[in-house]
């Protein structure tokens, strides 16, 4: 991108150089002119030092990126047997394992799964094929985009309010999922609005002239399109749903939990519960659990995200 | 400006007025359109013709920006007063677009998806037969009935949507510039197609290809910046028009 | 005409439509749900709070000290720490993720530029408790054999994570920006004989200002609602500082802490994370309407 010519006289250069090409070709139009005071060596020096500046900025990002997993990886890799994922918590290190936590997230994430795609498919079915356009929908537009922002805290602070409290829920799987649905709800409702937009328009007209209804025509044409967009978009607000830890904290979740949930309304403690739980202790012993967790934890985030990178590989650019 | 007398039309603007917005498309259009006739609409891009086909059948709907005034009839009752469903309309009038496009399933499905939604209590399987016989695609696809309908050529793709505009048991088929995103052989399919259908069917063609309406319509009408200019006999609009407009517009001397 | 082989709707058919209908619109009030939910149960405890806490100690007090006697309830120690580590977040994280999203929209090419983006955004789906272990167990041993006099907890480790954190924000909204920018641009430019950099820095760049505010701006946001890392990194000792080497508390360190412990519902500590919740709501919600306002009001600038 910066071919650089040794020190080739410019004065030698001709006017050429303005070119449309001269930015590209580079390295050779300075000083066309006495008028022009265009000092050439400090001018290669600016562009390979931005050039470099940038290339390091990116490369210390992976460099992050890799040392984050690599150490974790390292501290956390000897605990990763059996025994973890089959062993409860426990006050003694040697025997602590992740089973709790583990199938807490699998409960909370079956559940919040079905809600949020319920809740967050449906209205961008609603907003983006179904709804006249009037102050209702562009009221639940405006809270949409507010909601996007909020922190994944006051959602917990929302679910304790409501679910805990109010509807007697009180620190049950349900209501943890239930407060992650809200939060993933918004994320769902753009990513499949998204994926409806991309529908082209002569689909609909066509089931529209054959004298189908709007809602025959998202049935059978609009929703199998966009499918692959969807359960993309729900893929991976499934895997930011599954790694919070802040709201289901908020709802009291940070209990000792050495059972498996076996309904909705069972306590449930979660995969970054535990992990925050081991974290927060001063002995070492405990860290080395909470990176095996980690290692759990990313597995499983970065299994969700393979197969939302398959399924827009496989069905993405069909239409 | 000249109309055609028909006794009993089966389409028929009375003093329509189309807008977008507050621009007016199509200015205070008169015009009837005949049973089992194959009418041509022509005229520079922009003229107001396609806009005249989609409020035909009430495509124009979904442009948030669109309104109208005037009346357009359809076997006597307006469509856009009468009580009659939308939906329950527009099955009777079918249409083909401009660029083919054809559901992302089955061939067979893409046609039986319209009459089943609509309850048809037939054979779907002879409907299928009879739609794309009448399509002139049956011989094409008669093997691969469960291919999609995406994986034929332009040309094909084309007939198939004809076929499932058949399908339906239309009265009226619009057609908006239906062989522009074709070749010249897929062309000619589609034009020696419209000769069979117009024993059954009441066909309206918007083109932008004149010696296309010459070859397929028997009447033809040319707007002009929102105007219906002339229409009569296309016989006789294309050798001799009575406006100076339509003849300049013919010879290729704008648009 | 209409041969009996075709069914009328029937109104039974028309029904059922409807109700599909507004089942789905059912579906969308959902939001509406949450948004006035939020804002009611914010509201109400922290008007409970407020009936026992002036709202002008709360604002000038300087000290925040709820869970122990004398209490005090000056909210600005929590401001402080979660400003500390948000604006450390943005010092990092503003010029590398900038830096990152001109090497990928302007230098990088074909796969490296395809593997690039995905690659970084890895980095925003690792979730904040890894950040916060990350911090506490990487960062500040290796910030302690800089600053030997360092705390275990403190705002520096938990800016360099959150930093890290925001910075896929940052630089894909910057990278999108940036290709929006016409070539025509780029080529006016190149035809006066300017090199790259300079074509960069002083055209493209300044062109796409108004997404590169605004992914600042919601970075920031972001840096401020994060609660587990700033939990684990940063410790709870509210405090009035400017020195990032100490621990302090963040508005959602605070709320994290109470919930995490036995407190009653309907005690003053109880209703006070409310109160501070709706401080953090209203900071965020501020600055998003902000970015969302300043998207809105230049994005159009191209076309």
Redesign the interface.
């Known amino acids: 991108?910066?071919p650089i010519e040794g020190t080739i006289d410019s004065q030698s250069k001709s006017e050429t150089?303005?070119?449309?090409?001269?930015?590209?070709a580079?390295g050779d139009?300075a000083a066309?002119h006495p008028m022009f005071h265009n000092p050439r060596k400090l001018?290669l020096f600016?562009?390979r030092f931005?050039?470099g500046?940038?290339?390091?900025?990116?490369l210390?990002?992976?460099g992050?990126?890799f040392y984050?997993l690599f150490?974790?990886g390292a501290?956390g890799w000897e605990h990763l047997d059996m025994d973890f994922i089959n062993n409860f918590p426990s006050r003694k290190p040697a025997q602590a394992g992740f089973k709790s936590a583990i199938w807490g997230t699998v409960w909370l994430g079956g559940m919040t799964l079905i809600f949020s795609v319920?809740?967050?498919v449906?209205?961008a079915?609603?907003?983006q094929e179904?709804?006249p356009?009037n102050r209702f929908?562009s009221?639940?537009q405006v809270?949409?985009?507010?909601?996007?922002?909020?922190?994944?805290?006051?959602?917990?602070?929302?679910g304790?309010?409501?679910f805990v409290?109010f509807m007697g829920m009180g620190r049950s799987v349900l209501a943890g999922s239930l407060t992650l649905s809200?939060l993933i709800?918004?994320v769902i409702?753009i990513a499949s609005r998204e994926a409806l937009k991309a529908v082209?328009d002569?689909?609909?007209?066509?089931?529209?002239?054959?004298?189908?209804?709007?809602?025959?025509t998202v049935r059978?044409?609009v929703l199998?399109?966009a499918v692959p967009g969807i359960a993309t978009g729900v893929i991976?607000a499934m895997?930011?749903a599954m790694?919070?830890?802040?709201p289901l904290?908020?709802l009291?979740a940070?209990t000792y939990v050495a059972f498996v949930p076996s309904g909705p309304l069972d306590p449930f403690t979660a995969m970054?519960i535990q992990?925050?739980n081991w974290?927060?202790r001063p002995q070492e012993a405990f860290?080395d659990l909470?990176?095996t967790g980690?290692i759990v934890?990313?597995g499983f985030?970065m299994l969700c995200?393979s197969v939302a990178?398959f399924i827009r590989l496989r069905w993405g650019r069909?239409? | 400006m000249m109309s055609q007398k028909f006794t009993s039309p089966i389409l028929q603007a009375t003093n329509l007025n189309l807008y977008y917005g507050t621009k007016k498309v199509v200015k205070n259009l008169n015009m009837k359109i005949g049973k089992k006739t194959v009418t041509a609409m022509i005229g520079p891009s922009g003229c107001g013709k396609s806009t005249i086909l989609r409020s035909f059948?009430r495509?124009n709907d979904?442009i948030?920006t669109f309104s109208h005034e005037g009346e357009i009839l359809f076997e006597g009752s307006d469509i856009y007063k009468s009580k009659i469903d939308v939906?329950?309309?527009?099955?009777?009038i079918?249409?083909v677009?401009q660029?083919p496009?054809?559901?992302?399933s089955s061939i067979a499905k893409n046609i039986t998806?319209?009459p089943k939604?609509?309850g048809y209590k037939g054979d779907l399987n002879e409907l299928v037969e009879t739609s794309l016989r009448k399509a002139a695609l049956w011989d094409e696809v008669k093997d691969k009935l469960n291919d999609s309908g995406l994986a034929l050529s332009g040309g094909q793709q084309q007939r198939l949507?004809i076929a499932?505009?058949i399908a339906?048991d239309p009265e009226v088929i619009l057609m908006d510039e239906p062989c522009s995103a074709l070749d010249p052989a897929s062309t000619l399919a589609i034009e020696d197609l419209i000769h069979d259908l117009k024993q059954q069917y009441t066909i309206v063609i918007v083109t932008h290809n004149m010696q296309q309406a010459a070859r397929v319509s028997e009447y033809t009408a040319f707007m002009y910046n929102g105007d219906l200019v002339e229409y009569g006999p296309t016989t006789k609009l294309f050798s001799t028009p009575d406006e100076k407009l339509t003849r300049d517009y013919i010879v290729g001397r704008f648009g | 005409m209409t041969s009996q082989l075709w069914a009328k709707i029937s109104p039974w058919q028309r029904w059922r439509?409807r109700m599909?209908?507004r089942?789905?619109?059912f579906?969308?009030?959902?939001?509406?749900f949450?948004?006035v939910?939020?804002i009611f149960?914010?509201g109400?405890?922290s008007f409970q709070f407020f009936s026992q806490v002036s709202l002008k100690e709360f604002l000038f007090n300087t000290r925040w000290a709820p869970l122990f006697e004398p209490r005090s309830f000056g909210i600005w120690p929590l401001i402080n720490g979660t400003l500390i580590i948000a604006i450390g977040a943005i010092i990092f994280a503003l010029?590398?993720?900038l830096?990152?999203a001109?090497?990928?929209s302007e230098?990088?090419?074909g796969w490296w530029q395809k593997v690039?983006k995905?690659?970084?955004e890895?980095?925003a789906?690792?979730?904040?408790?890894?950040y916060?272990?990350?911090a506490?167990?990487?960062v500040t041993p290796f910030l302690q054999k800089i600053f030997p006099n360092i705390e275990v907890f403190n705002a520096l480790s938990a800016s360099i994570v959150i930093a890290?954190m925001i910075?896929p924000t940052i630089?894909s909204i910057c990278d999108d920006s940036l290709r929006a920018i016409p070539k025509t641009v780029?080529?006016g430019?190149?035809?006066?004989?300017?090199?790259?950099?300079?074509?960069?820095?002083h055209i493209v760049v300044p062109a796409a200002l108004s997404g590169i505010l605004a992914s600042f701006i919601?970075a920031f946001?972001?840096a401020?609602?994060?609660?587990?890392a700033v939990t684990?990194a940063a410790g709870a000792t509210p405090q009035l500082t400017a020195n990032p080497l100490v621990g302090v508390q963040a508005m959602?360190a605070y709320?994290?802490q109470v919930?995490?412990g036995d407190v009653a519902?309907g005690t003053v500590e109880y209703q006070s994370?409310?109160a501070v919740?709706l401080v953090?709501?209203l900071m965020?919600?501020a600055?998003?309407?902000l970015s969302?306002f300043i998207v809105k009001r230049y994005a159009r600038k191209y076309e």
Request: net charge positive.
């Open positions: 991108m910066n150089a303005a070119g449309v090409k001269a930015g590209v580079a139009e066309l001018r600016k562009e931005f050039y500046s940038i290339l390091l900025a990116t210390c990002a992976l992050f990126l984050l150490s974790i501290q319920f809740f967050g449906g209205a079915l609603y907003l179904l709804s356009k929908t009221s639940i809270s949409i985009s507010t909601l996007a922002g909020v922190p994944s805290i006051i959602y917990g602070m929302l304790l309010g409501i409290r809200l709800i918004p409702i082209p002569s689909m609909r007209m066509a089931s529209f002239a054959l004298g189908a209804t709007r809602w025959q059978d044409h199998p399109a991976l895997a930011r790694g919070e830890a802040a904290i908020m009291g940070l970054p992990i925050f974290t927060s860290h909470a990176s980690i934890l990313l985030l995200n990178i069909k239409l | 059948n495509m979904f948030d939906t329950e309309f527009r099955r009777r079918g249409m677009f660029k496009n054809p559901f992302s998806w319209g939604i609509n949507c499932r505009a339906m | 439509e599909v209908i089942g789905l619109a579906t969308a009030m959902v939001s509406i949450t948004t939910g939020i149960i914010l109400e405890e010029p590398v993720g830096g990152i001109i090497y990928t230098y990088a090419t690039l995905p690659v970084l890895i980095l789906g690792i979730p904040s408790v890894v916060g272990f990350f506490l167990t990487q890290i910075l630089a780029r080529d430019a190149y035809a006066l004989g300017t090199r790259k950099s300079e074509v960069t820095l919601l946001s972001r401020i609602g994060e609660t587990m684990l959602t709320i994290a919930s995490m519902h994370i409310f919740g953090l709501f965020t919600l600055m998003n309407l969302q």
